[in-house]
């Protein structure tokens, strides 16, 4: 299992094909970047040549770093909190062994 980074990408998906993923309204470069990482995670979770843990792991990794992002340009905003753990559900269920909450807290800390 491996969190995919920025530089690793570009194996799974073409910048053409991520620019796809970007939301007009958001003038943010970077948070439009990392919104679109997340949301290429979340709807190619099954298509993704990947484990499932690191898919799942990936895709958690990139939204954290979407929201600590848009917390910092935007303000706290509630809805993005409860997608968070919607998705920590959403990794409870699909994955076959329990939550790696060890691994949970080293993305949220940004150890990894």
């Known amino acids: 299992m491996k969190i995919i980074k920025e530089d690793e990408l570009k194996n799974f998906i073409t910048d053409e094909e991520l620019r796809k993923f970007c939301n007009v309204n ?11 990482y997340y949301t290429f995670f979340k709807s190619n979770a099954r298509l993704v040549s990947l484990d499932k843990q690191s898919t799942y792991y990936s895709m958690y990794f990139w939204f954290v770093q979407f929201k600590e992002r848009y917390f910092k340009v935007y303000g706290h905003d509630e809805g993005i909190e409860q997608e968070g753990f919607k998705l920590l559900e959403e ?9 790696d909450w060890g691994l949970i807290e080293r993305i949220e800390l940004k150890a990894i």
């Open 26 to 36: 958001i003038n943010d470069t970077r948070l439009n970047k990392l919104l679109a």
């Open 91 to 99: 990794i409870d269920y699909q994955l076959e062994e329990s939550v």
